[in-house]
């Protein structure tokens, strides 16, 4: 077989004429005289964009032959490619996913040009009848957008495309039949406490650590002690990586005396090793149950002799914000029973009711920094661009608008 080549095409010359020329599937383009910087300008040019384009040249006719599965299929490739951070799959790409099957199951048949507005509201309507929340909806038409302007970007369809699918808004609040979801609130102290003895000891002392300083479940999960600067009376910590990392800037949080307890113990390591360890807390747990044993050690399996050498699956090196919240609403269930005789859908109403998650944690600790030292302390705290969205997370002190109204009302 003919070994296949990447390389890029020839800029040649054209003899009769004089001028550079370069092939680009089949069709000759003249490039000007020969050897001059215009005609390598214009060489850079029409390569980078065959390049873009999946090199091939864009076409009208290929715009109108454009199926959505062929959309689909390469928005895919980008989303693989785009949505990554530190070498791994950021959890953006699971929504691009969910998005790419919803429109495929509908419109995978059709001509990319055909899916206009009605397309768009009618897979709104499908979302709704299968009890998509409002905000599901609305998240998923945003990516379709997206998807559709990436393409016009690209000249896989025409820009007119994606442009009557910005006329398509999201759904609005109390004027549709989509279900609203609750908002994320604050979690009781009480409430933290009660959980943390049902919750393994290296978790436990995570949950501290960021109720002490408001930082997301993915930045605890994160800790090392290169990343810890211990030479003031207040810790810094920057985190190798952050949410907002691809907006530049950069991410401060701050650890005071309370949370220095908690972590103290954990920077005796390796300074690239991560201090919240699932191994560690697994070797917990099974000294903890050596320590229940109540058959005698000459009976039986000797400790550490019944392991298996090749797990299905090994703890890894940190915890993630999935592990870490799955370890909390372990402890919950432990913490908060369900009482009496309920079927399924009542133990899933009775674990909503009960269960609470680590952003909440945030939630809780933004509120308390909002309501001592304003809401600007609030937003540099939680490490927010906007005060808007700290807004989110710190709930307002409603004793004060109490305590105006007592005065003035």
């Keep these: 077989m003919p070994r296949l080549s990447r390389s890029l095409p020839k800029y040649r010359k054209h003899k009769a004429s004089g001028q550079a020329v370069v092939t680009l599937d089949g069709n000759d383009f003249y490039l000007g005289p020969h050897n001059t910087r215009a005609s390598h300008r214009e060489y850079d040019r029409l390569v980078g964009e065959w390049q873009q384009n999946g090199r091939q040249l864009p076409s009208d006719s290929a715009q109108v032959a454009l199926s959505m599965a062929e959309l689909l299929n390469a928005y895919r490739k980008f989303a693989g490619q ?25 419109y995978g048949h059709t001509v990319a040009r055909d899916f206009g507005p009605l397309a768009l509201k009618s897979l709104q309507e499908r979302m709704i009848e299968t009890g998509a929340s409002r905000r599901y909806i ?26 009557r699918l910005t006329t398509v808004e999201g759904l609005p609040k109390g004027r ?13 102290d009480s409430t933290i406490e009660l959980t943390l003895p049902h919750l393994p000891l290296v978790v436990a002392d995570m949950v501290r650590f960021q109720r002490f300083n408001g930082c997301r479940p993915a930045e605890v999960c994160i800790v090392r002690p290169c990343d810890i600067d211990t030479g003031g009376e207040v810790w810094t910590y920057r985190p190798e990586s952050y949410k907002t990392e691809h907006l530049g800037g950069y991410r401060i949080i701050f650890i005071g005396p309370r949370a220095q307890d908690v972590l103290r113990p954990y920077l005796l390591r390796e300074s690239t090793s991560y201090c919240f360890s699932p ?13 229940q044993r109540t058959t005698p050690i000459n009976h039986g399996n000797r400790p550490g ?90 709930e307002r002190d409603q004793s004060k608008a109490a305590e105006i109204a007592r005065q003035v009302g």
């Design 82 to 106: 785009y949505y990554v951070k530190n070498g791994a799959p950021t959890g953006a790409i699971h929504g691009v996913r969910a998005m790419l099957k919803l429109v495929r199951k509908y």
């Design 138 to 163: 609305n998240d998923h038409t945003k990516r379709v957008r997206r998807m559709f302007k990436w393409a016009a970007a690209n000249e896989l369809i025409q820009f007119e495309s994606y442009q």
């Design 176 to 188: 549709t039949k989509a279900r609203e979801t609750a908002p994320v609130s604050p979690v009781d």
């Design 279 to 291: 191994a560690d807390s697994e070797r917990q747990r099974l000294r903890d149950r050596q320590d």
């Design 305 to 394: 002799t019944n392991r298996k050498r090749r797990r299905k699956r090994a703890p890894g090196a940190h915890y993630t914000s999935d592990s870490y919240r799955r370890a909390v609403q372990r402890a919950c269930d432990v913490a908060f029973p369900a009482t009496g005789e309920l079927n399924d859908q009542g133990i899933k109403t009775w674990q909503r009711q009960h269960r609470w998650s680590p952003n909440q944690i945030r939630h809780t600790a933004g509120t308390e920094i909002r309501r001592r030292f304003g809401l600007e302390a609030a937003q540099v705290a939680l490490g927010h661009s906007s005060a808007d969205v700290t807004q989110i997370y710190a």
